[in-house]
């Protein structure tokens, strides 16, 4: 077991003999180590001379990870156009044997992207000399790139034996002083998976930017803005041609720390066919703002112009939870009765924000992918609810794991899809895909143990191995049928859209399909190409020549200005183009596809809340004049900005219809038969086999 701390100074501690080395790593006398234990590894990382630039700058932002085993026990702060940085940082380890070494890597911080890696190398920690300071060079390298020069960090190294009562007082001490570290990297240890993980919501508000410098040569700017907390990433819309954008959009952060945290803010201008231009940063330290309360923030663009005006609150909560499978909340009756009491239909306006329960058993997978060359696989689970994301420990050279987890989740929508992906660790690269499912709230039958096929990342079709749930969610149905008139939660990881030609033509057919269907329901449009109406047919043609001879100027103002690109710049141009015309078709697919499943009852409880909905609206139409009604709509649409200056626009309708599922996320969330094989009875026989 390794515990970690960061620690102002050194520690005190009694001399103990032992083996003795000089600073180049080789011994100066034949001291046999001492017996196996606990050890004391206090390490000031020093600075950095001479790294490797990863930024178009000629700089980089880097920081310092430290990893014993497969465990990160430490991460530096980052220092932002520096190749020389200096971080003077301390930090106490504790380790019960020195057979693995100390593990440093170096990364470039970059904002909203991959963090470049700089460099790595190893300190053996059963060279060091025990009680004394060791001041440490290493030279970084990177193993696909071993003649490179990536520079090298300093550092000193103290190593201690510990042992008794003295042991157990640090290893206490350092696992409160480390919990900000592991809550941060989502891996839970034994001692933390009974606890909740997250403690509190941060409600970003970003209402507008003021005076924002200008990055174009048209002298405005077309600014976005990227929110950072922890491992939690947000990316506002872009606002085109403009130094003074209006957002008004919400982001949902979670907060890991009692005491608060930094939120990391940058501004940037979106640059067809290259890299964005930075505009500028500020960060908003969430201590020092008081709880359950909204803050209006003005904040100054520091390496820039300009201002960003937002909304902070911040709300305590403690929802979200994972314990092992003999810890289950529902199985006490008790603790049953709370939860369907909490949401019975008598508290529907208790909370709104609240809709329901949900509890997942992540119970164990058989038949997984072999992602290793010795034939086996280290796999571990993530379960994911929108922005609410959890991890199952790792079971090592295992193609058939048990994780017998619990993980229990607040339902903010009931139309929400929850996510549950198999990985494989490694131990220097990212983790490996091996499997994913998607199963929608509603489809869920409760308390059912179910083995799900694995699918592939697009979720189009089957892969190696089933993963076998058992789920149970509990809801306020009003509570759930209001919620649907309001925007969806805007997830914080999502992924970068690339052109795919299949893809491309997967939407065009699915656009030509709707509009066939368009077509077909409107035949009388066609009435007026054949002339049956001729002042109909004459409007029709003129309408056809004025929008063709728009269409005309506008492509030759384009190929004038295409002409004074570079080659790249217009690659750049096509294929941001292209991704544009393939997210423009798959929107209006989705579109025409949610239309026809909402009347086709792809999902039951919209096509009853739509008929609840006109039938409501047609008895409040026969006792209430129209003109009353559209009265009242229109004061409340007028108004709305003077009751709420900082209100978010929205369409109920169109909210509604983001919650039906378009045909390619029926294809997704279509559940696959598992293989007889897979059964439970047979499963022992299998692994007899």
């Given amino acids: 077991m390794l515990y970690s701390c960061k620690l102002k100074g050194a520690c005190n501690l ?27 590894l ?42 020389n940085p200096v971080w003077e940082e301390k930090a106490c380890l504790l380790v019960d044997h020195l057979r693995e070494p100390l593990y440093i890597k170096v990364f470039d911080y970059d904002f909203g992207l991959q963090d470049d890696f700089m460099g790595s190398a190893f300190l053996d920690l059963t060279q060091l000399e025990l009680n004394r300071p060791t001041d440490v060079t290493l030279t970084l390298k990177d193993p696909h790139y ?39 990297s989502l891996r839970l240890s034994d001692v933390h998976r009974k606890s909740h993980l997250w403690r509190g919501i941060v409600s970003i508000t970003l209402i507008e ?48 720390e009692e005491r608060g945290g930094i939120i990391d803010i940058t501004a940037w201008d979106k640059d067809a066919g290259k890299r964005d231009d930075f505009i500028g940063r500020c960060q908003i330290d969430l201590s ?7 803050h209006k923030l003005e904040l100054q663009l520091e390496e820039g112009e300009g201002h960003l005006v937002l909304l902070v609150t911040l709300t305590a909560s403690a929802t979200v939870s994972i314990s092992d499978l003999s810890v289950n909340s529902l199985e006490d009756q008790k603790e049953r009765e709370e939860i369907l009491k909490r949401y019975s239909p008598l508290r529907i306006f208790h909370n709104l ?41 790792t079971v090592y050279k295992n193609l058939n794991p048990e994780w017998n987890k619990v993980f229990t989740f607040n339902i903010k929508d009931i139309h929400s899809v929850l996510e549950v992906t198999v990985y494989d660790e490694d131990r220097d690269r990212s983790a490996d895909f091996l499997g994913k499912v998607a199963i929608p709230l509603l489809s869920i039958q409760n308390g059912e143990q179910k083995a799900y096929v694995l699918k592939n990342k697009q979720l189009t079709g089957p892969t190696k191995g089933v993963i076998y749930l058992e789920i149970d969610v509990i809801f306020n149905a009003v509570k759930a049928s209001l919620r649907t008139l309001i925007p969806k939660e805007q997830k914080y990881i999502e ?73 790249i710049n217009k690659i750049y141009a096509i294929q941001e183009v292209c991704i544009s015309v393939q997210n423009i078709l798959d929107e209006v697919a989705s579109f025409g596809e949610r239309i026809k499943n909402t009347f086709n009852w792809t999902v039951p409880f919209l096509s009853w809340l739509a008929i609840v909905a006109l039938c409501a609206f047609t008895v409040i139409l026969y006792f209430i004049p129209l003109r009353y009604i559209v009265l009242v709509w229109g004061i409340n649409k007028f108004t709305k900005k003077l009751r709420n200056p900082y209100a978010i626009d929205n369409n109920e309708l169109l909210d509604f219809l983001s919650r039906v599922p378009s045909d390619v996320q029926v294809v997704q969330y279509q559940e696959l038969k598992p293989d007889p094989s897979h059964s439970p009875c047979k499963r022992k026989k299998n692994n007899l086999g």
């Avoid at 180049?24 to 006398?29: E, F, K, Q």
């Avoid at 465990?71 to 190749?83: A, G, T």
């Fill in 14 to 40: 009694p001399v103990i003999y032992n083996k003795k080395i000089n600073t180049a790593g080789t011994s100066n006398a034949d001291v046999p180590l001492a017996e196996p234990g606990m050890y004391q």
């Fill in 42 to 83: 206090d390490i000031t990382l020093r600075r950095g001379q001479s790294l490797a630039a990863r930024d178009r700058g000629g700089t980089s932002d880097p920081y310092v990870k430290f990893k014993i085993g497969r465990k990160e026990v430490f991460r530096s702060k980052i220092i932002h156009k520096n190749l």
């Fill in 146 to 184: 071993p003649d490179h020069d990536l520079g090298i960090i300093l550092l000193s190294a103290v190593l201690t034996p510990k042992e008794g009562e003295h042991v157990t007082m640090l290893m206490r001490k350092s696992w409160k002083r480390s919990s900000k570290f592991q809550t941060q």
């Fill in 209 to 256: 930017g003021r005076d924002l410098k200008a990055m174009d040569s048209n002298g405005l700017s077309d600014p976005y803005v990227k929110f950072r907390l922890g491992h939690q990433k947000y990316k506002s819309k872009i606002m085109p041609k403009t130094l003074n954008p209006q957002w008004r959009e919400q982001f949902d952060f979670h907060l890991y």
């Fill in 288 to 294: 020092a703002l008081s709880r359950e309360q909204t």
């Fill in 353 to 393: 924000k609240d809709v329901g329960f949900l509890q997942v058993k992540v119970i164990r997978a058989e038949g997984l992918m072999a992602a290793d060359v010795t034939g086996k696989s280290d796999p571990f689970c993530v379960v994911e609810l929108n922005n609410d994301r959890l991890l199952t420990h």
């Fill in 495 to 567: 992924e970068e859209n690339r052109l795919s030609k299949q893809l491309l033509l997967r939407n065009f057919i699915r656009t030509k399909r709707c509009v066939m269907v368009l077509i077909n329901a409107a035949y009388y449009v066609n009435s007026c190409f054949d002339w049956d109406s001729p002042p109909r047919s004459l409007a029709a043609f003129v309408v056809v020549e004025d929008v063709l001879e728009d269409e005309e100027e506008e492509d030759d103002k384009d190929d004038k200005d295409s002409e004074k690109k570079g080659f």
